[in-house]
């Protein structure tokens, strides 16, 4: 039995940080997203039973070690409600954006690996259990599962921590630019020691308030009030992880180039625009459809590794049509 998912990969608007619970991969508190399409993740999964061993191939290279171990979660999941225990797979992915720059890669692969085990095992759940799946490898693919604007709550369980669409009149007009710097990052570090960080409890205090203002301008379709709290989020994201007992520093200085020319733009030229960055160095720039050209205008004058234009993407699904074997 085989199926493919295609999944798009997650900006993080209001992001968590640090987890609670990290085998289970349960956040302190809830996160909101934006799905940005039509980048993506591919995965095709195979049950093969004559075999002994899973085998996961990302980007033609077999997983090893930790890497594998979050994958096989998410196929341990699905393959347990099958009752296919002991049956092999084969697990291969790819994706159409370059991965572990910052740009959510972790939360689409998860995502349509989740979605393609499941459909390869033959089982029907809703977007909501496969959520709660996917999160056993990320706690933004969770996200990435349901799509569009998803929140994830901080729950305890697989109940109470599972991904739910925010309907929004934002989604249609909303223009994700990514200014892609690219410089390799891991994120699993940053996040087992976040709460070590002097700023943590900091955040905590405070992000409940930006999860409010966030979900209020989704709500009312006021861009300038939803993406000036998610500019405002990706810095306290950065102070927390800056000052942790390594110091992670993800920016670059073409990163920082990026922010000035945003609000260059928004305070001299009256344009809608903000920035957002997840533990990374590329930049996302969120503006609208009518903008999009003065932006990538200004950001081409800087020396940036690839500029792409995407807008919001939906839920992960089977696609068989695209299948990787």
């Known amino acids: 039995m085989k199926a493919t998912a295609v999944a798009h990969p997650i900006q993080g608007m209001v992001k968590y940080h640090g987890m609670r619970d990290h085998d289970q991969r ?3 508190h ?14 095709t999964v195979e049950f ?26 998410v196929v341990d999941a699905a393959r347990e409600l099958a009752d296919m225990a002991g049956q092999a797979v084969r697990l291969e992915s790819t994706s159409t954006f370059p991965t572990n720059v910052g740009l959510g890669s972790s939360s689409s692969g998860m995502a ?32 990435s599962v349901t799509g569009g604007f998803s929140i994830l709550p901080g729950g305890a369980d697989d109940i109470t921590c599972r991904s739910s669409r925010i309907e929004s009149p934002l989604e249609d007009d909303l223009r994700v630019i990514a200014a892609i710097v690219d410089a390799y990052k891991e994120t699993g570090d940053a996040h087992r020691e976040a709460p070590e960080s002097h700023m943590f ?29 998610v500019e405002a989020d990706s810095i ?15 920016w670059q200085p073409v990163t920082l180039e990026v922010f000035e020319t945003v609000r260059h733009l928004r305070e001299e030229d009256d344009i809608p625009v903000y920035f957002s960055t997840d533990t990374g160095a590329s930049v996302y720039v969120n503006t609208t459809e009518p903008h999009v050209k ?5 950001l081409e004058r800087l020396d940036l590794h690839d500029i792409r234009i995407w807008q919001v993407g939906g839920p992960a699904h089977l696609d068989d049509d695209q299948a990787l074997f």
Request: hydrophobic share 45%.
């Open 236 to 250: 306290s994201l950065a102070a927390t992880t800056m000052t942790g007992p390594e110091g992670w520093i993800y």
């Open 30 to 43: 809830d996160s909101i997203s934006v799905c940005t399409a039509p980048s993506r993740s591919i995965t």
């Open 294 to 298: 003065e932006v990538v205008d200004e």
């Open 201 to 229: 409890d900091a955040r905590l205090a405070h992000v409940h308030e930006q999860l409010a203002t966030v979900r209020a301008g989704l709500a009312s379709g006021s861009f300038n009030r939803t993406f000036a709290c």
């Open 48 to 73: 093969r039973p004559d075999r002994s061993e899973d085998v996961f191939i990302v980007e033609d290279e077999r997983l090893e070690g930790e890497a594998a171990d979050r994958v096989a979660k």
């Open 112 to 143: 349509a690996a989740a979605v393609a085990t499941a459909g390869a095992a033959d089982i029907e759940l809703d977007l909501h259990r496969l959520s709660a799946i996917a999160r056993l490898g990320s706690a933004s693919a969770a996200r």
């Open 26 to 28: 349960l956040p302190y």
